[in-house]
């Protein structure tokens, strides 16, 4: 007998303080949709497909009871989603007529339509490590004839990769890695022998290596002809036969078993027992192995052997652009619910009208702040990805005039900024759940599930508390060519994101002391004002580190002590660099998009109140940093504390328009308490009425559990009895 449980079903209309909240609006949220968007045309693009998903006849892309399945159910669930988002793409001929190198057309994952789909499907592919690190590898590491062979292989989805680099015993130390692969003489050219010698050398956590891939690009020791280890390089190895998916000869593959998010995807082990590859599976664009065994290093032009090393910056760059999108997701659910969700009275003898929770001022300083670094981010994202792919263009076109320090600058940029960006995201999202209370709990508030799939983007591509020492490492480079004085060697560094260090370096050195003047908290709230106390801080934390530093080693302690007594400072120094950057890019952006008239005056107006705010807020939030060498007074960041709440309420108006110009639609975010119509109460008992636990009278368990204690008398106290 089925549960009776009616709701009366989700109303037509839209929730009045909704439709309240958006006529307040000063701006065109569409104007800013186009802006996130990349233009008018490519909103309407994004729509169209959009649609295309969602209102696909066979019901595949359906995420109505996600929350409901077994992990298993919902593997099985994204692999057809992927095979019936192919066979759709195919059907209507995307990237037919792409042209792209060592591809003959028809990539899919090529096509500027490629991620608009996938963020449309609203779900994780536990494919996706083929198009995110796999093919890019084969491209950037592979000779011409290599491409030729397997990039066509990939394109029709005969290979589908995965690229195996973490162990079980090894993170990011890749130069500790223990896999290896020995070349072995033969009449067939040679070939590799590739081993997992340890249990700690046992390849651990690569996305789609569990039960996807049929094809790993393996990152392993290269020992050759004479036994020389000539460390970690990239080879590709068969997992799976491609014609019935069994494992070959050697290999043993499997999933890793659930995690606390991110269970679409198949994060998989992988042991090698003697595997057999051909010699020229070996990724050969850098460097070969002949038939006898012998490595030679090839004689690229310096750009050209860079190419890798932006491959890796680019995922991160990929990290911060979705940094600020999942940001803004998390954050579109919160604010609706915060519209709509009413709790207290104002003044309970004259108005039983309870007051919107979005009125109340914590959650303000809870929730806009990280409003304001979803839109931050995304122009720094934006920025970041726009520059490195410049830099690989003048890369791949051989060009060798690209200063060693502006790749070392731009590492730099994008280690700091994967770190802050994904900390905060992570951060604020679970943040944004706790903000919407008890229903924030719910799996079909959309929120759990959005928080525990961002939290594994802290660890992937360098640990988020392991980067910093990259960042510093390159910073502690214009330190020492600053002290030098050396103009040709401080030319180095311009037009680089550090370049703002230099004077104030060169004015820290010259212990030239430099302070805030302003007198107002009106003149705290100037921007500029903002940025310079940024800048400040950023330079003399560096200055800081350094000192530490090299005066320990003057004195005589071994380099790695000192370094390692300086790590925690090393993370205040990437932050407030980041956060500089962060300042600068959101700013420009602005201008720049206002100046190309993307942007109208009032739009304009509302992101510089954002820009501001995010200033002001980090001030309030790290004012230790800015009050300890007297930058800053006492008066001034109580200024800036003022200086916040004043811009809340500049801001509130705008906060509901804000997240609505990010266009997700209800597919999209999966939220009862996000959705667009603000008909929350409906939509979560709608909810609750998919729970199998519903599904009959008088309950699953009934018979042979609870029976025994209501009907039974198993639970009937009968007195005392002596155990004598």
Same mark, same amino acid.
């Given at each position: 007998?089925?549960?009776?449980?009616?709701?009366?079903?989700?109303?037509?209309?839209?929730? %009045?303080?909704?439709?309240?909240?958006?006529?307040?609006?000063?701006?065109?949220?569409?104007?800013?949709?186009?802006?996130?968007?990349?233009?008018?045309?490519?909103?309407?693009?994004r729509r169209y497909l959009e649609k295309l998903i969602e209102k696909d006849p066979t019901g595949i892309f359906s995420n109505d009871t996600n929350e409901l399945k077994h992990r298993t159910d919902r593997y099985v669930s994204a692999l057809a989603k992927h095979v019936r988002l192919i066979e759709l793409c195919r059907s209507m001929e995307f990237a037919a007529k792409q042209g792209n190198a060592g591809v003959?057309?028809?990539?899919?994952i090529l096509d500027e339509d490629w991620f608009t789909l996938l963020h449309a499907l609203a779900d994780d592919m536990p494919t996706s490590l083929h198009w995110i690190m796999f093919v890019p590898n084969i491209m950037s590491l592979c000779d011409e004839e290599q491409q030729k062979q397997w990039l066509p292989l990939c394109r029709n989805w005969q290979i589908m990769g995965c690229y195996a680099q973490t162990e079980l015993g090894h993170g990011s130390n890749v130069r500790a890695l223990e896999t290896t692969a020995t070349f072995v003489k033969g009449n067939d050219g040679g070939s590799w022998k590739i081993n997992s010698p340890t249990l700690t050398s046992i390849k651990f956590w690569p996305g789609t290596l569990g039960r996807t891939a049929n094809y790993a690009m393996l990152i392993a020791r290269l020992i050759d002809g004479e036994g020389k280890d000539h460390g970690?390089?990239?080879?590709?190895?068969?997992?799976?036969?491609? &014609?019935?998916?069994?494992?070959?000869?050697?290999?043993?593959?499997?999933?890793?078993?659930?995690?606390?998010? +991110?269970?679409?995807?198949?994060?998989? $082990?992988? !042991? $090698?027992?003697? =595997?057999?590859?051909?010699?020229?599976?070996?990724?050969?664009?850098?460097?070969?192995?002949?038939?006898n065994g012998i490595y030679t290093k090839k004689n690229m032009s310096a750009a050209a052997s860079k190419v890798a090393y932006i491959t890796?910056?680019? =995922?991160?760059?990929?990290?911060?652009?979705? @940094?600020? %999108?999942? /940001?803004?997701?998390?954050?579109?659910?919160?604010?609706?619910? #915060?519209?709509?969700?009413?709790?207290?009275? !104002?003044?309970? %003898? &004259?108005?039983?009208?309870?007051?919107?929770?979005?009125? +109340?001022?914590?959650?303000?300083?809870? /929730?806009?702040? /990280?409003?304001?670094?979803?839109?931050? $981010?995304?122009?720094?994202? !934006?920025?970041?990805?726009?520059?490195?792919?410049?830099?690989?263009?003048?890369?791949? *076109?051989?060009?060798?005039?690209?200063? &060693?320090?502006?790749?070392?600058?731009?590492?730099?940029?994008?280690?700091?900024?994967?770190?802050?960006? #994904?900390?905060?995201?992570?951060?604020?999202?679970?943040?944004?759940? %706790?903000?919407?209370?008890?229903?924030?709990?719910?799996?079909?508030?959309?929120?759990?599930?959005?928080?525990?799939?961002?939290?594994?983007?802290?660890?992937?591509?360098?640990?988020?508390?392991?980067?910093?020492?990259?960042?510093? !490492?390159?910073l502690l480079n214009l330190v020492s060519a600053v002290q030098s004085g050396n103009e040709k060697d401080i030319a180095e560094w311009n037009d680089c994101d550090a370049t703002y260090l230099v004077p104030l370096l060169q004015s820290m050195m010259n212990q030239e002391t430099d302070k805030c003047v302003i007198d107002s908290e009106e003149g705290m709230m100037n921007f500029d004002v903002l940025l310079? *106390?940024?800048?400040?801080?950023?330079?003399?934390?560096? $200055?800081?580190?350094?000192?530490?530093? +090299?005066?320990?080693?003057q004195e005589g302690v071994p380099m790695e002590?000192?370094?390692?007594?300086?790590?925690?400072?090393?993370?205040?120094? #990437?932050?407030?660099?980041? /956060?500089?950057?962060?300042?600068?890019?959101?700013?420009?952006?602005?201008?720049?998009?206002?100046?190309?008239?993307?942007?109208?005056?009032?739009? @304009?107006k509302i992101l510089t109140d954002l820009a501001v705010l995010f200033g002001l807020y980090w001030i309030e939030k790290e004012s230790g940093e800015f009050l300890e060498d007297g930058y800053m007074s006492a008066d001034q960041c109580q200024w800036v504390r003022a200086g916040v709440l004043n811009m809340l309420q500049i801001v509130r108006p705008n906060i509901v328009a804000l997240v609505d110009a990010n266009d997700f639609s209800d597919f999209r975010l999966k939220s009862t308490l996000g959705r667009k119509d603000g008909n929350v109460y409906p939509a979560i008992m709608e909810a609750s009425k998919k729970d199998p636990l519903n599904v009959s009278e008088p309950g699953p368990g009934y018979d042979k559990h609870l029976k025994r204690l209501y009907v039974d008398g198993v639970g009937v106290f009968t007195g005392t009895a002596s155990r004598l």
């Open positions: 007998m089925a549960a009776r449980f009616e709701t009366g079903g989700i109303p037509k209309t839209t929730n %009045k303080d909704l439709q309240n909240e958006r006529s307040k609006a000063t701006f065109t949220p569409e104007m800013l949709t186009y802006l996130l968007d990349g233009g008018k045309h490519k909103t309407e693009r003959e057309g028809g990539e899919l970690v390089h990239n080879f590709l190895v068969p997992l799976r036969s491609r &014609k019935d998916h069994t494992l070959l000869p050697g290999v043993t593959t499997g999933d890793i078993g659930p995690k606390i998010g +991110y269970n679409n995807i198949d994060n998989g $082990f992988a !042991k $090698f027992d003697n =595997v057999i590859i051909p010699r020229r599976n070996m990724a050969m664009k850098f460097a070969s192995v002949d038939e890796m910056m680019q =995922v991160r760059a990929y990290i911060i652009m979705e @940094a600020g %999108k999942s /940001l803004a997701k998390g954050l579109t659910i919160a604010i609706r619910y #915060s519209a709509v969700r009413r709790q207290g009275f !104002k003044n309970e %003898k &004259k108005s039983k009208v309870e007051t919107q929770i979005l009125d +109340y001022t914590q959650q303000q300083h809870r /929730l806009f702040p /990280l409003v304001a670094a979803s839109y931050c $981010f995304f122009f720094t994202g !934006k920025k970041i990805m726009t520059d490195l792919t410049a830099i690989e263009n003048r890369l791949m *076109a051989g060009d060798d005039s690209l200063r &060693k320090n502006q790749v070392a600058d731009i590492h730099a940029s994008t280690s700091a900024l994967k770190s802050f960006t #994904s900390t905060i995201t992570g951060d604020g999202l679970e943040d944004a759940r %706790k903000s919407c209370g008890g229903h924030g709990f719910l799996q079909a508030s959309g929120l759990p599930e959005l928080v525990t799939t961002y939290l594994q983007s802290a660890t992937v591509e360098g640990d988020n508390q392991m980067l910093p020492m990259q960042v510093v !490492k390159v310079a *106390a940024y800048k400040h801080r950023a330079a003399r934390l560096l $200055f800081q580190v350094s000192l530490k530093i +090299y005066g320990q080693v002590i000192a370094w390692n007594s300086a790590l925690v400072q090393m993370g205040r120094v #990437s932050r407030a660099h980041s /956060l500089v950057i962060l300042l600068v890019n959101f700013y420009n952006g602005i201008k720049e998009e206002t100046g190309k008239g993307v942007l109208g005056d009032n739009e @304009a």
